[in-house]
């Protein structure tokens, strides 16, 4: 025994001071409300309003067109600077882990079914590119024990692609400009469907790595 109090050896006797649980709970909470999180919410917010515009006066008014044109470029510069914002200042949580993906599927798959209701977009396009999205996404939980299949550069540039056919097809183009979106949307396709088979290369190569050093461990 040294017959130093405990609250002087090294303050390992102190209590923690009454309400500091609670602090700390209130910061990990105001962590939700970063700027990164927020535009992903601006984002699911523009969702419904996009459609709505889209959908004015019978889909074709050219005004409403662009106005939802608007609201889905401001859409993609969310999806941009969002995840960037949380790499660089640290700022990733559970939350944008979740609701970005959620955000980026659910602009771009409103504006492609609405577009192919309205008669713009053949649905097998429509089709072709919610499959992929939705294919890889499954694949990525069924790898997830493995690893993580990072964002390609390919990824990348379809993205750009799909976002800028898109944005072209929610206008009411006309003449050379119309034929200019066929071919921009027929790159964004070809796009979706060599990236997507690529990430199913890497997830069947990440899968039997995983296997094999789970058989080389036991």
């Not at 700390?24 to 984002?43: C, D, F, G, K, P």
């Not at 659910?106 to 079914?113: E, F, H, K, N, V």
């Not at 069924?142 to 390609?152: D, F, K, L, N, T």
């Amino acid at each position: 025994m040294t017959g130093v109090p405990a609250s002087a050896a090294g303050g390992t006797g102190r209590r923690p001071a009454p309400g500091a649980k609670l602090g700390a709970a209130a910061v990990n909470q105001a962590s939700l409300w970063n700027i990164a999180n927020i535009l992903t919410m601006i984002r699911l917010v523009l969702v419904p309003g996009f459609v709505l515009l889209l959908l004015a006066d019978g889909g074709y008014d050219p005004v409403w067109r662009a106005w939802a044109w608007a609201a889905f470029a401001v859409a993609m510069i969310t999806d941009i600077f969002d995840g960037h914002l949380a790499r660089t200042y640290n700022l990733v949580t559970d939350f944008g882990k979740i609701a970005d993906p959620i955000a980026d599927k659910a602009i771009m798959g409103s504006a492609l079914i609405v577009l192919s209701w309205l008669g713009d977009l053949p649905w097998w396009v429509t089709g072709v590119i919610l499959g992929r999205e939705l294919g890889i996404t499954l694949m990525r939980f069924w790898v997830i024990r493995y690893g993580v299949i990072p964002a390609s550069r390919g990824g990348k540039l379809k993205t750009l692609a799909q976002g800028t056919a898109v944005g072209m097809y929610v206008l009411a183009l006309t003449g050379p400009l119309a034929t200019m979106r066929f071919w921009a949307m027929a790159v964004a396709v070809v796009l979706t469907v060599v990236t997507g088979l690529d990430y199913i290369r890497q997830a069947v190569v990440l899968r039997r790595k995983g296997l094999a050093a789970e058989q080389a461990a036991r």
